[in-house]
């Protein structure tokens, strides 16, 4: 093993830590725990494998980047693991026991369109830890009072594409959820971020009034890799009828997706088992 790191190498960490974080970008840190490693020690690593900081062994720390992209596109968001698990072959790998943890900015979602879906996903998904950007064109839809208690910046909007990529930005670590009253606003709303990588965009509407706007969007030049990302109708098939139910339908959507999920029944594998 190398000299153990200093404990001022962990400013070099905190730093990257917080330049991540302000990008929208999600990284592994990992801390020794025990074993003969210098308990503590930390080593950052982003989702390039690049990496800040060390665990006091510079093949150890190569195992860890190697190990880190599987982390990241994995639903756990902590994880203890003992070196021999993903290293066997290392030396000492049964004593050594490592803290995984992802880092990820808080959980960001604008919502285009302060009607009765937009209001009750306003709510909702503040509720599950979102941060919400809530913009529409009419003030009425965002006195302050209606969102007493929930996490929700209203915006009122005279330019919907100004207001939507400002607060959409370069879109890592966004989810988009377009439910205005009309194609209009939508078209607006949607070309103004054809051009980032949302983690997350849905369209509200019928399968022919979703069409037409992507028809636009398509003709208007946006890039058929973007028009294909797009959730649109938006949310999952629970037979949502009531705001309030299409509002949890189109979180759950955004939730599955965050974490890589189907979105389907957990029970189906035991259904398949007696079929």
């Known amino acids: 093993m190398e000299e153990p790191q200093d404990h001022a190498t962990s400013l070099p960490v905190l730093q990257r830590i917080g ?5 929208g970008e999600v990284a592994l840190l990992v801390t020794a725990m025990s074993g003969p490693i210098q308990p503590g020690a930390k080593l950052l690593v982003d989702l390039h494998g690049n990496h800040t900081g060390t665990l006091g062994d510079a093949e150890l720390d190569a195992t860890i980047v190697n190990e880190a992209a599987e982390f990241l596109d994995g639903r756990d968001d902590t994880r203890t693991i003992r070196l021999d698990q993903i290293a066997p072959t290392f030396t000492n790998a ?3 026991t ?3 943890e992802k880092l990820q900015p808080l959980l960001r979602l604008v919502i285009c369109g302060a009607g009765h879906v937009g209001a009750a996903l306003a709510k909702l998904a503040s509720f599950v830890g979102y941060q919400i950007t ?3 064109d009419r003030s009425e839809f965002l006195e302050p009072d209606l969102f007493n208690g929930f996490n929700v910046e209203p ?12 607060a959409v930005g370069n879109g890592s670590g966004i989810a988009v959820a377009v439910v205005t009253r009309g194609h209009s606003e939508d078209e607006l709303c949607l070309r103004s971020i054809a051009q980032t990588t949302p983690d997350y965009v849905g369209l509200i509407g019928s399968k022919r009034r979703t069409s037409i706007v992507i028809d636009r969007l398509r003709e208007s030049g946006a890039s058929e890799d973007f028009l294909s990302r797009i959730r649109a109708p938006i ?3 629970i037979g949502a009828v009531s705001p309030e139910e299409v509002a949890l339908a189109i979180i759950s959507e955004i939730v599955a997706e965050r974490h890589h999920a189907a979105g389907g029944p957990l029970s189906s594998w035991r259904r398949k088992a007696h079929s």
């Open 94 to 96: 049964s004593e050594i």
């Open 235 to 237: 949310g999952l098939d």
């Open 98 to 100: 490592l803290l995984f």
């Open 134 to 136: 809530l913009i529409d």
């Open 19 to 23: 330049e991540l974080l302000e990008a």
């Open 155 to 166: 915006v009122v909007t005279k330019n919907w594409q100004d207001d939507v990529a400002g």
